[in-house]
């Protein structure tokens, strides 16, 4: 399911001050909101000492409101705002905004005076925000509508100015691709850090040999450290995803306006290259409609997502009685409310579990987007929430990822008891008559007689008398009990990226030069 919405506006109290909503990425404090919403006791008293009784009941003219000779009821107000949320883009509307006049005082279409004017008022704006003294106002719409009020109210007529050769329409686009930006090298150090933390375990069971799955029944056996470094490999790829996303959102729509562009001489380009956007987007229209960067952003996360929940759900499974391979320690463990005995790595559940939402987010904008004609609409103002939500989901699957990797331990005893059941060193028998000849289906025919035989004897394959294997076929000598076992089996592989130990300590080597790990 996608993220959920903002509060309920049933309430007909007018300009409460909304309960403080956090910036996912902080900033320096917590930031209130004020609008028309259900008000909170202790909350609505609060506001009193942010603003007047007069301040309350004002509705003020919106900056858009010339043609209009009466305002929106407050039904229609709080439906269509987005501050709500929006207001996390604060940051990034000032860097954009700071950039455009710049660019306009560049092309003489401000003065230098006035940009001056302008650039300190957004820093004055920016610091209130920060410190959690700014108003933000449902009444206002949205975050570009807050600041840029906000900053008529400070500055005065310069800051009127601003607006030249702007639209929201490309100034939200901007601010989105800036924010996609900084969220992507996020995640991507999250990655790394739980790519390190794998590698590190791994180096702690280098010889420790695991049964294989496939079908979640016994195949091969395989070493520890060639399966956490499988999970390794899945991240790489979730990495290499993002970076490739972040290069193709990095072109900068700022100065498309509203689809058109603009009669008056900007410098598209100059814009671009003070916010480090590779270069100005080539088509106005495509500028403001296009969202292919984020429901790239979200199909990586979902990806990324689907590798997490699968970690998660071997790691649970593993953790569980029947399995015993691994135990958490108590920092990465809960308890049950009626059972005293219940140790259970809910960490790695809720990983599998917020994944769904993850798929929901990526959902959600693609049908959101699938109907919509060229260029902006408003339905695009509903990408926010579910592109804010995937992508704390995600930094908060690969935090406790991270955290669970660095505390556990695998119960090597137990699972060097388990490794005989499953007949693992079967496939290497058959290699065996391979190397002596025989062709592979024969020889995949000669060891399902040789495990029929182990059942009907309730005995391994290493078990095997040699005189039992040659009542199979007589071409078994007695050098294939170097085949056999699981220990051999494993020292048999050979082949490039096997679970060979030469094979597997190269890879390791290999992770730990690419990440930065020191020996």
Known sequence: MA?????????????PLLRPRILPFPAGGSVSLRGR??????????????????????????????????????????????????????????????????????????????????LEGLDQIEKLIQDGKFEWRTDREDVH???????????GEPAKKLHTARSRNDQIVTDLRLWCRDAIDKILFRIKQFQVSLVL????????????????????PVLLPHLLLSYVEQLERDAGRLVNCRERLNFCPLGACALAGTGLPIDRFKTAKDLKFTAPMKNSIDAVSDRDFVLE?????????????RIGEEWVLWASEEFGFLTPSDSVSTGSSIMPQKKNPDPMELVRGKSARVFGDLMTVLTLCKGLPQAYN?????????????????????????????????????????????????TTLADYLVKKG?????????????VALCVSKNCQLAELGLDDLRSVHPVFEGDVYEYLGVENAVNKFISYGSTGSEQVKKQLEDWRTQLGISS
């Open 3 to 15: 993220a959920a919405t903002s509060q309920s506006f049933l309430s007909p109290a007018p300009n």
């Open 37 to 118: 919403r259900p008000a909170f006791p202790s909350v609505a008293a609060a506001s009193t000492s942010m603003a007047s009784s007069e301040s309350e009941e004002r509705k003020e003219t919106k900056l858009w409101g010339g043609r209009f000779e009466e305002g929106v009821t407050d039904a229609v107000e709080g439906f269509t705002e987005s501050i709500s949320y929006d207001w996390q883009l604060y940051k990034y509307d000032i860097m954009g905004s700071k950039a455009h006049a710049s660019m306009l005082a560049a092309q003489g279409l401000i003065t230098a005076g006035d940009k001056d004017i302008i």
């Open 438 to 450: 025989v062709p592979f289906r024969t020889s995949h025919e000669i060891v399902g007689r040789s």
């Open 297 to 309: 952003f979200l199909a990586a996360n979902s990806i990324a997502a689907v590798h997490l929940s």
């Open 201 to 220: 375990l791994a180096s702690k069971y280098v010889d420790l040999i695991v049964p294989g799955y496939t079908h979640l029944q016994r195949a091969q």
């Open 378 to 426: 408003r339905d695009l103002q509903e990408d926010k929430e579910p592109l804010f939500d995937s992508v704390k989901a995600v930094l908060g699957m690969l935090e406790v990822c991270t955290e669970f990797a660095q505390n556990i331990s695998f119960n090597s005893k137990r699972i060097q008891s388990s490794l005989p059941a499953g007949y693992l060193d079967a």
């Open 145 to 155: 509508m807050n600041i840029e009020a906000a900053l008529i109210e400070k500055v």
